[in-house]
């Protein structure tokens, strides 16, 4: 099979389980064994198509060319397949994070299970702003949240380069798991036109300095370490904070 047909082929495969999926649903096939281990061996075939992808340049080449719904089902199809556990050695969940931030940049998309819905109760000012962004209270899931967007002043190449720093933020922060690494909820299209906005829990206490200066510095040891543990979890997945100071947020 060439790379382009293999590349096609895992692009496709998304959607074509999802349709027969349905259909076995609707007609009460959704739990018999054949369907169930016809499924399995079809994962099987299409982890072996997804990392021989990694071992081509000529395949890779293929996929950094896809544009438009060919792309987006790509993503879709390698995100799904790191959410679901398919890529069981850590080389080839590296590659698939790899290519889906490449592809990203590429062809100005995200995998469709980032973007979340509902989001509510938007503050109408912000609340902090950062280098290039400002922060939101909002509510998500009947919680508070902090919806951080892009500043709507910047237009042309500098808005395409910080969409393009937002979507590879995004991408890195969705795969951190650490009790000291603020949660990333998902990505949200709709509270503001033509930008985007990164979600994660709402932290009351606001700011490291706020929370010392309301409740004192007997915990500072403590806090210092907590941080220390977050950086050296980052740092153990290759990622450097690049931006760390008093305005960190703390829960």
Known sequence: MSSESVVDAVAKSLECRRTLLEFASEHGLASDPDLRHSLRADEGSLVTHITSIFDSKAAEHDVLNLEG????????VIQDALDRGLLL????????????????????????????????????????????????????????????VMRHFVQGSELREIRVKLCREALIWKELHHPYILTFIGIDQDSFPSTLGMVSPWMEHGTILNYLNIHGRSTVDKLLFEIAQGLQYLHSRNIVHGDLRGVLKVS
């Open 69 to 76: 719904d060919s792309a987006q089902c790509f993503l879709d």
């Open 89 to 148: 050695a850590q080389q080839h969940a590296q590659k698939a994070h790899r290519i889906i931030r490449k592809l990203s940049e590429a062809c100005d998309k995200l995998p469709s299970s980032l973007f979340i819905t509902g989001l509510s109760g938007r503050g109408e000012h912000p609340t902090f702003g950062g280098g290039f962004g400002s922060v939101y209270r909002a509510s998500y899931d009947n919680k508070p949240v902090a919806l951080k």
